[in-house]
């Protein structure tokens, strides 16, 4: 009797607890069903995926950033990131790349216009020797800094009081002195100077160059010598006076008087006859323009005279 009460109470609580199917869709990695209980509770949400972090477009206006604390700090922009973090030409590089170039001017008297002359120049100062392969005409780059830094003492020099004693000179002792100041700056490489000619006339982009700094030197000595016309003159001054230089230049190269004391006398005496060329120029000019004035005016009267008879 014992027995069938228990029997019975087992399949009365069976009956009670009944197992159901799960009708949610079962999370990854579980069985195609899951059975819960009746009273178990519901499983707890998911939690949300994460948001990804926002980027913003990469700029395209080539603006610089940090390269971190490689090479110095140094800042990269476009081109030079991508080609492998090269330090672009900004204002301090092309300082270096000044002081370089001033510190090879004292080796070229012993070893020319040359790249070695750049190397030792860039030791003195401190600078890898590697800079020189940024100078993409190396020895033309040394010759075209000479010419303007010489153009710039000429001028650093008449400001600072020698225009004031030139207003005291005539116009072709002016001329003279001006152009006497500029090659004496070549003389500490006189004996170089042909290599340095021959530079600036070895490739196109040389020549160029070349007559684009004479074409300002001849320009800045008209103008220190009180020159302010924009007439044709203008041009005719100009390439005269070029002509005159350059000719100047060559005669110094053989010039082996005590301190080119015939190089200075070559100068005067060019340039004073030029100006007189120029003065009987305009003399005949003004006598043609004055002849046919009156030639025209005579043969006006006498048509005149024919006419009214």
């Known amino acids: 009797m014992a027995s069938f ?27 195609a069903l899951c059975w819960l209980s009746t009273d178990a ?14 980027v913003d477009p990469p700029k395209k206006d080539g603006a610089s950033f940090s390269a971190g604390s490689g090479a110095g700090g140094a800042y990269r922009t476009g081109q030079g990131a991508a080609s492998g973090g090269r330090r672009s030409g900004g204002a301090g590089y092309e300082e270096e790349q000044q002081k370089v170039l001033r510190a090879s001017l004292l080796h070229v008297p012993r070893m020319g ?23 993409p005409r190396k020895e033309a780059a040394l010759v075209e800094f000479f010419m303007d830094d010489c153009l710039q003492q000429l001028m650093d ?16 002792e002016r001329l003279s002195r001006l152009v006497r100041m500029r090659l004496e700056m070549q003389t500490p490489y006189i004996s170089k100077w042909p ?22 030197l001849v320009d800045e ?11 044709i003159d203008w041009y005719v001054k100009r390439t005269v006076l070029g002509g005159i230089y350059s000719a100047s230049e060559v005669y110094m190269l053989t010039d082996n008087s005590p301190e080119f004391h015939d190089t200075w006398t070559f100068v005067n005496r060019r340039i004073k006859d030029a100006l007189d060329l120029q003065k009987s120029y305009k003399e005949v000019a003004y006598l043609t323009e004055t002849l046919g004035a009156g030639i025209g005016g005579s043969i006006q009267g006498v048509l005149n005279k024919v006419f009214q008879k």
């Open 157 to 172: 020099r008449v400001d600072a009081g020698e225009g004031e004693l030139l207003k005291n000179l005539m116009l072709t």
């Open 41 to 54: 509770s519901p499983p707890p949400p998911l939690p949300a995926p994460p948001l990804e972090p926002a």
């Open 221 to 231: 000595i008209w103008h220190a010598a009180g020159d302010s016309g924009s007439d």
């Open 195 to 216: 290599q340095a000619l021959s530079i600036q006339v070895s490739q196109p982009a040389n020549v160029s160059t070349s007559l684009k700094q004479r074409a300002v």
């Open 5 to 31: 009460l228990a029997a019975r109470r087992l399949l009365s609580t069976a009956a009670a607890r009944r197992l159901l199917p799960c009708t949610s869709p079962p999370p990854p990695a579980t069985a």
């Open 113 to 135: 216009w040359s790249e070695s002359a750049m190397i030792a120049g860039a030791r003195d100062v401190s600078v890898s020797p590697a800079i020189v392969g940024a100078f």
